[in-house]
Nanobody, 127 residues
Framework: QVQLVESGGGLGQPGGSLRLSCAASGSILSIGDMGWYRQVPGKQRELVAAISSDGTTQYADAVKGRFTIPRDNAKNTVVLQMNSLKPEDTAVYYC?????????????????????WGRGTQVTVSS
């Protein structure tokens, strides 16, 4: 019903930049907070950056000043702009969003709010 699809990622150079995009699609009434998480093998998934529907942002200490998280509410997209990359940024990055979706059942609309995740995209920072 609702899908989050990430794009971007791949191999980046230390000190370089990469840009991740995430697009939400489906029967979407509204989207609340959107965010990016990352996970390395053997560790828990951690929050990288998040943005509310009114544009309030929060960043993990490890990425403050290097990453930004703009979103486009009209297009249901969120971006993670990653600058000054470090090898420790290497991880699988996941997009997350709180989505209120709708379903038309026999002419009656039903609404449900759930957290949705993308499938993840690999980011590797290496020279």
């Amino acid at each position: 019903q609702v899908q989050l699809v990430e794009s971007g990622g791949g191999l980046g150079q230390p000190g370089g930049s990469l840009r991740l995009s995430c697009a939400a699609s489906g029967s979407i009434l509204s989207i609340g907070d959107m965010g990016w998480y990352r996970q390395v093998p053997g560790k828990q998934r951690e929050l990288v950056a998040a943005i509310s529907s009114d544009g309030t942002t929060q960043y993990a200490d490890a990425v403050k000043g290097r990453f930004t998280i703009p979103r486009d509410n009209a297009k249901n997209t969120v971006v993670l702009q990653m600058n000054s990359l470090k090898p420790e940024d290497t991880a699988v990055y996941y997009c997350d969003a709180g989505v209120t979706a709708y379903r038309d059942i026999g002419g009656v609309f039903h609404f449900n709010t759930s957290q949705y995740w993308g499938r993840g995209t690999q980011v590797t920072v290496s020279s």
